[in-house]
């Protein structure tokens, strides 16, 4: 951080207005299929009923609110490629387990500041710094009011993140508690910045988690890393593997944010 959202109607799901209503025209429907004058009776209500089914299920498929599957909507996962996977060419970046090893380094408020985002995860607070967790640390020479290094496998799999808070917060919007919070974001895989006024605004905004910070952390931490969701963005192809993602990978990248 830097200083300064009927058959066919019968069933509820249908798009109202389409103007063909099978049930209420059925000699139509029959006679384009050219079957009118030469079908038995049962077989007339059998092949209605077939007919009825499918027109039904094509409107249930076709009048639902936009959504992009997997419990997010389009603009979710919008969301979630801009500030995560575009980082591993659509493949989601983030801690194996829901359940966060802390080392606070002793900086006052720091855990309160961090179970902002408790929920989509929980977090162990430990006595010494983690091989496998996120680490805070004040310092003294940054020009920035906190940097985040996170530390991942090109799985998707982040290994561990190490934080530094300017001892300084004179000039830093929000104070200490709004650093920490945003700086633990970056940590648990929000990458880059957002500008709509709001906590993960370069400055940290006025320090509020919105609505589409916390579906991003439920979508996130929903399913395991290296997640693929290019098939999920609406209109969006397959990202070319230009980042190297490999489901098994190994080879460590370090992501930096402010």
């Known amino acids: 951080m830097v200083s300064v959202a009927q058959v066919v109607r019968a069933l509820g799901c249908g798009p109202r207005g389409r103007g063909f209503d099978p049930l209420h025209s059925p000699h139509i ?9 030469e079908m038995k009776p049962f077989k007339v209500i059998l092949l209605l009923s077939v007919g009825l089914l499918l027109v039904s299920l094509w409107s249930c498929a076709g009048s639902g609110s936009e959504s992009g ?6 603009s ?4 979630l490629f801009d500030h995560n996977a ?15 090893k802390v080392y ?4 006052p408020g720091v855990e309160s500041a961090i179970n902002r985002w408790a929920g989509p995860v929980g977090f162990v607070f ?3 710094p983690p091989a496998d967790g996120i680490s805070f640390s004040l310092t003294g020479s940054s020009s920035y009011c906190g940097v985040t290094n996170t530390y991942y496998f090109n799985s998707g799999k982040i290994s561990r993140a190490v934080v530094s808070i300017n001892a300084n917060q004179q000039f830093c919007r929000g104070g200490l508690d709004n650093t920490l919070t945003h700086e633990t974001a970056h940590a ?14 370069p400055d940290g905004g006025n320090g509020t988690i919105t609505g589409s910070l916390r579906n991003f952390m439920g979508l996130l931490y929903s399913q395991p890393y290296g997640r693929d969701i290019n098939s999920l963005l609406s209109l969006q192809a397959k990202q070319p593997d230009r980042n190297g993602y490999q489901p098994k990978g190994t080879e460590m990248r370090v992501r930096v944010d402010h």
Do not use: P
């Open 29 to 37: 429907f029959l006679y384009r299929l050219g079957y009118v004058t």
């Open 69 to 74: 599957g997997g419990g997010g909507s389009n």
């Open 76 to 79: 979710d996962f919008r969301f």
């Open 86 to 100: 575009n980082e591993l060419d659509g493949h989601t970046v983030r801690w194996e387990s829901n359940q966060i």
């Open 104 to 107: 606070t380094g002793g900086i």
């Open 126 to 128: 430990l006595g010494s």
């Open 188 to 201: 648990l895989g929000f990458f880059g910045h957002t500008a709509d006024g709001t906590l993960m605004d």
